[in-house]
């Protein structure tokens, strides 16, 4: 079985803060997406990698960057932490060349 | 501009009735179209693909429709069960590099028994 998990599933940070947010996934799979939920708008895709160090931005990249240093593990980052950030932030992965993806449990983060 | 839009923000039926959830999108051309489950607190879990040359797909008590022309997808539970009670996300795959979704805000499915 997939398994992807996610370092925290609640977090409290205050403005301005930095916040790291770790996804691992155990299944060798090439690409890893970093999405937002949020009610009445669905996922947005944030940023997404389809290898080691490399990084493509979605749709709503803006106030966020993100990390990939090992095929396993990619991490968001939010630099200066705003209350518009507060939201469900979930991880995904995929097979090279699959088309299903694989949610870890999610993250919420409350900015305050 | 692109837009996805699933029919009803919830849905109630009754158990042992078909469930039938709609997908519509405007301005994408998908190569293949995905739905999720998803449980209050979770993250969604795939269910089914279909791609855009099929019309239907069955897996148990699920089938799923594509019409290229509509630009329409139909997701159906058949003998619906309480435990089918979840929120239902229809996602687009337009074949690029990572295959990235493009998702529906989903409908909350409630199967009274």
């Known amino acids: 079985d997939v398994k992807v998990t996610q370092s925290s599933r609640y977090l409290v940070k205050r403005t301005g803060e930095k916040v790291f947010l770790e996804c691992v996934q155990d299944m060798d799979h090439e690409n890893m997406f970093w999405y937002r939920q949020d009610p009445g708008l669905g996922l947005r895709l944030i940023y997404f990698?389809?290898?080691?160090?490399?990084?493509e931005k979605g749709d709503i990249p803006e106030g966020y960057s993100v990390s990939r240093e090992k095929k396993e593990r990619f991490s968001l980052i939010l630099e200066s932490a705003s209350t518009n950030q507060t939201s469900m932030y979930l991880c995904a992965s995929s097979l090279r060349g699959s088309h299903e993806q694989y949610f870890g449990p999610g993250t919420r983060l409350t900015v305050t | 501009s692109q837009k996805i839009e699933q029919n009803s923000e919830a849905l109630n039926i009754q158990e042992g009735k078909t469930a039938t959830l709609t997908c519509n999108y405007t301005n994408y051309s998908p190569a293949y179209l995905q739905w999720y489950r998803q449980d209050p607190g979770r993250g969604p879990v795939f269910l089914l693909l279909?791609?855009?040359?099929?019309k239907e797909k069955r897996k148990e008590r699920l089938k799923v429709t594509f019409d290229t022309t509509l630009k329409q997808s139909l997701f159906h539970i058949t003998a619906s069960q309480p435990a089918d009670s979840a929120t239902y996300l229809c996602a687009l795959d337009v074949k690029t590099g990572a295959n990235n979704l493009f998702f529906g805000t989903g409908t909350r499915l409630t199967v009274i028994p």
């Open positions: 990698s389809y290898d080691v160090k490399m990084k």
């Open positions: 279909i791609r855009e040359n099929e």
